[in-house]
């Protein structure tokens, strides 16, 4: 049993404990909250939010921890998956162990210790991949993968509840920076141009590209360049460098042995009164109806995993993530984050059109699962 190797490397103080806070309520924040309060700098407020963290992170590091325990299909007791649980617990054990916070001083070093709690996470998301494809190896290959959804929901409630705990604490940790760029309040930017990050994000995609096959389509952005709003510029980067990644891996492997011009990928970004709307759009072929619903599952990937039991997971976040598959599934989580979604509608034998909605008013209540 996975809660029996628990008990071996912790003790059952701290287990009782996390159980405890587990079952406390969380609290959400909006992104408009966070960009109020952060640009309302003083050290008091840096305190109020360190006192506020060091109250909720434990909350909601306790409740995944929990999950880890009692995963179905002996996926508890992959290594992998004990290894992100140990992750989980040291951080729940660090917070707790921290003494209340009253001055400036304490705050800081709060500060400290919970960047280093974000640095321990940062190979969470291969490493559970990993646990799955450790899963996966064991299965009955009969096995229809519809009978794992209670795995596909337990990773969408993980991953989501990882992205609110990461920008609680990168948020935090980035008001400290004493020369922030300007209309930026922490992780948030008040005047982002998504055109400006929508051509930023592909020409990242295109380099991908042209390393693996050496040429890469046109990627051709529509919008205007002027309009701005607030939002999380990293999130918005990831989730455009997925989609534009997708839309030109399907181009180029149609085009590849054609004598044709491989046809641009068109991005439009459109302002709405509610959302913003980016539309990515490709002519690589479409998918199948019958494989609509895969693509946003973690258990289906076609794509090589780059990851084995011996690979070093190196330091970075989200650089590997074209290999295992995650990348759709976790897109549309980032935006569903802030009050959004991710559609993708798909013409079998023309392409695929992918519409990325972004809340623009801000008042969204973070998911907390």
């Known amino acids: 049993m996975a809660a029996k190797k628990l008990y071996d490397s912790f003790s059952k103080a701290l287990i009782d404990e996390v159980h405890r806070w587990g079952a406390m309520k969380q609290t959400g924040v909006t992104l408009r909250y966070m960009m109020e309060f952060g640009s309302r700098f003083t050290h008091r407020n840096h305190i109020l939010a360190a006192q506020f963290l060091h109250k909720e992170l434990p909350i909601r590091i306790a409740r995944r921890a929990i999950e880890l325990e009692s995963l179905p299909y002996g996926l508890s007791e992959k290594p992998a998956i004990l290894k992100v649980r140990d992750w989980y617990l040291d951080s729940f054990r660090d917070l707790r162990s921290f003494p209340d916070i009253k001055d400036q001083n304490d705050e800081q070093e709060f500060t400290k210790m919970i960047n280093l709690i974000k640095v ?53 940790v980035a008001l400290h920076e004493p020369n922030p760029p300007p209309d930026r309040i922490g992780y948030i930017h008040a005047k982002m141009s998504p055109v400006e990050v929508a051509r930023n994000a592909s020409e990242d995609a295109r380099c991908v590209c042209l390393r693996e096959y050496g040429s890469a389509p046109d990627v051709n952005v529509y919008g ?34 054609s004598d044709k011009l491989a046809p641009p990928i068109r991005i439009i970004v459109a302002d709405g ?20 619903p895969r693509i946003f599952t973690y258990l289906y990937s076609t794509a090589k995993n780059p990851l084995d039991e011996q ?33 993708i509608i798909s013409m079998e034998g023309y392409g695929t059109d992918a519409y990325l909605h972004l809340s623009r008013l801000g008042d969204s209540q973070e998911p907390l699962p």
Not at 152 to 163: A, K, N, T
Not at 233 to 248: A, D, G, I, R, Y
Not at 273 to 292: Q, Y
Not at 324 to 332: A, E, F, K, N, T
């Open 224 to 257: 205007d360049p002027n309009f701005t709003f607030p939002y999380v510029p990293t999130h918005l980067h990831l989730m455009v460098f997925e989609l534009v990644k997708n839309s030109l891996r399907a181009v180029e492997e149609r085009f590849m042995d």
């Open 120 to 172: 321990r996470h940062n190979n969470v998301v291969p490493t559970m991949a990993l646990g799955v494809q450790q899963l996966k190896k064991g299965l009955d290959p009969k096995l229809d993968y519809q009978d794992l959804d209670d795995i596909h929901q337990f990773l969408d409630r993980f991953y989501m509840s990882r992205i609110g705990i990461r920008m609680l604490i990168g948020q935090h």
């Open 311 to 343: 690979s070093d997971l190196g330091t970075g976040d989200m650089a590997t993530m074209a290999g295992y598959g995650y990348g759709l599934p976790i897109s549309r989580l980032y935006a569903r984050y802030f009050g959004g979604d991710l559609q």
């Open 273 to 292: 009164l509610e959302d913003v709307t980016i539309k990515v759009s490709d002519e690589g072929g479409g998918i199948p109806r019958s494989g609509l």
